[in-house]
């Protein structure tokens, strides 16, 4: 019996039947209120709300949001994703990048997430506007540290470059799961291979700058998929890792096949740290948007900035 399996036994439940570790508590609070009434006043679309993240609570509460631009609806069909599906026609708002950069300021966060839903409706899938949300940031507070979260943009280099070029200290692409289960768990245009070419190219755009990427646990995955999977993130120089729980969105989505016990993800955490990552985040709750990793890189960042000035 593998390592893995010998020492830490998956408990297997129904999708219905949660365990204690992965209830959270209802969001509520005055930074929770706070950052609603000014998501809302702007009409602009948090991650947060349209995945319905289980850490919302948590930052919400500690006046943390993860923006996600370009409206609520994907073009892509995802089977885990709770995002609508749909198709936008197009539709643009052209003065969000100033609208997520004006709240930013509003809210006085010093490090912001950004996301967005796929747009394989534009020409260049949303990056011109990535670009430009960053950008805006930027001009209106040049200490903020931006981390941003990108679609595949079909793998187009010209598009994954406008986003490096525009300066985010951090370039997140989502692995998700492990190569044998990607054609059943993501839509068929987001290619293990594809993804796994997105992330080489981001950091050899920028190769001082941070990647980062992210892995579901509890779709079913294999042991040796699994560790394949973080070794071919290392291998295309991916700095930071998150690994998570899958919790299924609704009985349309994919079946939760296990719920991943503490000590697995902890077992997993070290695993990849001894592989090389440079940070790694792994717990049922944790996110690949989620900021348990935003005080470590905050630190890097900042102590990068401080010696190029010396």
Not at 77 to 104: W, Y
Not at 244 to 249: E, H, M, N, V
Request: proline share 6%.
């Amino acid at each position: 019996m593998p390592r893995y399996t010998r020492l830490l036994q998956v408990q297997q439940m129904s999708s219905a039947k949660k365990p204690e570790w992965l209830r959270v508590r209802y969001p509520a609070g005055e930074n929770y209120e706070k950052i609603k009434g000014i998501l809302r006043q702007h009409n602009l679309h948090t991650v947060c709300e349209e995945a319905h993240c289980p850490n919302v609570a948590e930052c919400w509460g500690g006046g943390t949001a993860t923006f996600m631009l370009m409206g609520d609806t994907c073009t892509r069909g995802c089977r885990f994703c709770m995002v609508q599906s749909g198709n936008p026609h197009g539709q643009l708002d052209v003065f969000e990048p100033l609208k997520v950069a004006k709240t930013i300021a509003d809210l006085g966060l010093k490090y912001v997430v950004i996301t967005s839903v796929d747009r394989d409706d534009l020409p260049d899938g949303g990056a011109s506007h990535f670009a430009a949300t960053i950008k805006a940031i930027k001009q209106h507070d040049p200490e903020v540290i931006v981390e941003v979260l990108i679609p595949d943009f079909q793998g187009n280099i010209d598009d994954i470059k406008k986003v490096v070029e525009a300066g985010p200290e951090v370039v997140a692409h989502n692995i998700e799961t492990t190569e044998p289960l990607t054609p059943r768990v993501r839509d068929p245009r987001a290619t293990y291979a594809q993804s796994l070419e997105v992330l080489r190219t981001i950091k050899g755009l920028n190769p001082k700058g941070y990647s980062k990427s992210s892995i579901m646990l509890g779709l079913g995955e294999t042991e040796s998929d699994l560790m394949k999977t973080m070794q071919d993130l290392r291998e295309v120089d991916v700095d930071i890792l998150t690994l998570g729980q899958y919790l299924r969105p609704s009985k349309g989505h994919i079946p939760v096949s296990e719920y991943v016990s503490p000590e697995r993800f902890e077992y997993c955490k070290q695993i990849a740290e001894e592989l090389g990552f440079l940070y790694v985040a792994s717990g049922p709750l944790v996110r690949s948007s989620y900021r348990a990793g935003e005080f470590f890189v905050e630190a890097l960042v900042r102590k990068n900035r401080s010696a190029s000035l010396n």
